[in-house]
């Protein structure tokens, strides 16, 4: 599972999502745009 966040913030509501820590998933932080366009250019 790919998560595509501008930052590592808990956001408005100050909740951690427990999805982000479990061991199947892979965080981006940053513009999800740039970010997938980079991970794009590198499976390619």
């Not at 599972?1 to 940053?30: A, C, H, W």
């Amino acid at each position: 599972v790919f998560v595509s966040k501008r930052g590592q913030g808990t956001g408005y509501s100050g909740i951690e999502n427990p999805l982000f820590y479990k061991d199947n998933t892979r965080m981006f932080y940053g513009d999800a745009k740039a970010s997938l366009g980079e991970l794009l250019s590198r499976i390619s």
